[in-house]
C-alpha cells in the first residue's frame, strides 16, 4: 500500500519544508501539493472512469478508505450502508468533519474524454443505465483525499481531530440521513463545525464562490393521483373527467408562488410528469402526476405543501368528483432539507480564502434551486454550524453561460485549475479552525 507521506519526503522533500507552514501557510500548502498533483489526477481519472450509482458505491468507497488508511487514518467502512469515517487525531483542539459524496449518476458520458466512463448498471427496474460522475463527486473525493495527504504531513501545523466523511447516496437524497443514523456522531468525534465542497457550473476552474447563509433548497418530491369517474369520450357529461381536472390542477398550483407566498419568499413548484389515459376515445379513470417542490425555510415549505393539497382537492370538489374519488397526494421520503450556510462561519472561512486564493478568486454568489444533503449534518440536535463551498469548474476561456450544466452528460471540470483550488480551498479552512 501506498505511504503518501514517505513518498511526499522522497519526491521533493516538502514535508520536511513544513516547518514553514507557520511563515508562509498559503505557498507551503501549494508547494505540498504540487509535489503530489500527477498522483492526485490519476486518482481523479480512476475515479471519474468508474462511477456506481447511489446505494451501490462499494469499489468507490473501498478506494477511498485505502486512500484514507495510506495517509495513517483511522478509517471505519460501512457506516450506513457504503458510507467511509476517516479520522486523524492531533492532540487536543477543535473536531472538523469534512464531507464528500460518493455516488454517480445514471447518465451516458458524452465528454470524449480519454478517461470517459463506460459503465453500465442495473436500473432497479429490470433494465441496465448508463453510469457517469456527471456532479463533480469524483472531484470532491479527490480534493478529500489531496487534504489527509497534507494534513497528515503538517501535523505541526494545526492541533484537534479532521473526521473525513465519504458518503453515500447523495443524489438519493438519503445518504447522510443513513450514516446518522448509523451513530456517526455517536460513534465517532463530535465536530464543532463541518466541511464540504461542491462543483459549480457557472464559474471559472480557479474561482470559489461563497453563499451565506440559505445557500441550497428544501426539495420535495410528490405524486399526485387525479382521481376521476371515467367512460366513453362521446359522452363526456356522464364521467369526472380527470385529464381535465389534472390541467385545470396544473395551472392553478402556478397561483401559490403568486398569490400565496411573499414575494420575498423563493418556492417552485413544478409538475415534470403527466400520466393519463390509454385510448383517444376513452376518458380514463384518474391521472398520475409528480412534482418536484422546492423552498427555504420550513414554514414556506409546510405552506406550500399544505396548499398543494387543498388546490387539487378543491378543484375536485368544484368537478363534482364523488368524496371516494378524491386526489392522493404523496409526499415522497426522500425529502432534502434546504442547506444553511453559517453566516459567522462563511465570513470567517470566505476572509482566510481570499487570502490565500486572492480575493478576485473568491466571488460571493447567489442561492440556489438545487438540493444537496450535507444539510443534514447540521440539522442534528448538536447543530452543528455548516460551511460548502463552490468550486468553479468551467474551462479558463469558456463563456460561463454556455458552459454544460451539472447533470449533463458533457459536464467535466478543468481538472488542474479545479483539483488545486478545490485542495488549498479545503486545507485553508481546515487550518483555520484547527488550531
Given at each position: 500500500m501506498r505511504n503518501?507521506?514517505?513518498?511526499?519526503?522522497?519526491?521533493?522533500?516538502?514535508?520536511?519544508g513544513m516547518a514553514s507552514v507557520a511563515a508562509q501557510p498559503a505557498e507551503a500548502v501549494k508547494e505540498a501539493y504540487r509535489a503530489q498533483e500527477g498522483s492526485l489526477h490519476q486518482l481523479y481519472?480512476?475515479?471519474?472512469?468508474?462511477?456506481?450509482?447511489?446505494?451501490?458505491e462499494v469499489e468507490t468507497a473501498r478506494q477511498f478508505a485505502s486512500e484514507l488508511r495510506s495517509c495513517g487514518l483511522e478509517v471505519t467502512t460501512g457506516v450506513g450502508t457504503n458510507g467511509v469515517v476517516g479520522v486523524l487525531r492531533n492532540g487536543a483542539g477543535p473536531t472538523v468533519l469534512v464531507r464528500c459524496d460518493l455516488d454517480g449518476l445514471p447518465v451516458k458520458e458524452e465528454t470524449g474524454l480519454p478517461?470517459?466512463?463506460?459503465?453500465?448498471?442495473?436500473?432497479?427496474?429490470?433494465?441496465?443505465?448508463?453510469?457517469?460522475?456527471?456532479?463533480?463527486?469524483?472531484?470532491?473525493?479527490?480534493?478529500?483525499?489531496?487534504?489527509?495527504?497534507?494534513?497528515?504531513a503538517m501535523t505541526n501545523a494545526w492541533k484537534g481531530t479532521v473526521v473525513w466523511v465519504g458518503q453515500p447516496a447523495e443524489e438519493k437524497g438519503s445518504g447522510a440521513r443513513a450514516m446518522l443514523r448509523d451513530g456517526l456522531y455517536r460513534r465517532f468525534p463530535r465536530p464543532d463545525f463541518a466541511l464540504s465542497l461542491h462543483c459549480h457550473a457557472a464559474l471559472t476552474a480557479g474561482e470559489v464562490g461563497v453563499v451565506e447563509g440559505y445557500m441550497l433548497a428544501n426539495v420535495d418530491s410528490l405524486d399526485v393521483r387525479v382521481r376521476g369517474v371515467g367512460g366513453h369520450g362521446a359522452y363526456p357529461e356522464t364521467t369526472r373527467d380527470p385529464i381535465v381536472l389534472a390541467a385545470q390542477s396544473i395551472l392553478a398550483l402556478q397561483t401559490i408562488r403568486s398569490r400565496e407566498i411573499s414575494a420575498l419568499d423563493a418556492v417552485v413548484v413544478t409538475v415534470g410528469?403527466?400520466?393519463?389515459?390509454?385510448?383517444?376515445?376513452?376518458i380514463p379513470e384518474d391521472v398520475a402526476l409528480q412534482l418536484t417542490v422546492r423552498s427555504y425555510t420550513d414554514e414556506v415549505r409546510g405552506r406550500t405543501l399544505d396548499a398543494i393539497r387543498r388546490i387539487v382537492r378543491g378543484q375536485a370538489l368544484a368537478a363534482g368528483v364523488p368524496?371516494?374519488?378524491m386526489p392522493e397526494v404523496v409526499v415522497q421520503d426522500e425529502f432534502t432539507p434546504a442547506l444553511y450556510n453559517d453566516p459567522a462561519l462563511a465570513r470567517r472561512l470566505s476572509s482566510v480564502l481570499g487570502t490565500w486564493l486572492g480575493t478576485g478568486r473568491v466571488k460571493t454568489v447567489r442561492p440556489a434551486m438545487g438540493g444537496e444533503d450535507f444539510s443534514e449534518f447540521g440539522r442534528t440536535p448538536e447543530k452543528v454550524p455548516l460551511f460548502d463551498l463552490w468550486i468553479g469548474a468551467v474551462p479558463r476561456g469558456q463563456d460561463v453561460g454556455k458552459a454544460p450544466s451539472l447533470h449533463s452528460s458533457r459536464f467535466a471540470p478543468e481538472l488542474g485549475p479545479a483539483l488545486e483550488t478545490a485542495v488549498v480551498a479545503l486545507t485553508a479552512e481546515v487550518l483555520e479552525l484547527a488550531r
Open positions: 503518501w507521506r514517505r513518498l511526499g519526503v522522497l519526491a521533493g522533500g516538502w514535508i520536511l481519472r480512476e475515479l471519474h472512469a468508474a462511477p456506481e450509482l447511489s446505494w451501490h478517461y470517459a466512463s463506460t459503465r453500465r448498471a442495473s436500473d432497479g427496474r429490470g433494465g441496465e443505465t448508463s453510469v457517469m460522475h456527471a456532479c463533480g463527486h469524483d472531484l470532491h473525493m479527490t480534493a478529500a483525499v489531496g487534504l489527509a495527504r497534507l494534513l497528515s410528469s403527466v400520466h393519463g389515459g390509454a385510448k383517444h376515445n376513452v368524496e371516494d374519488r
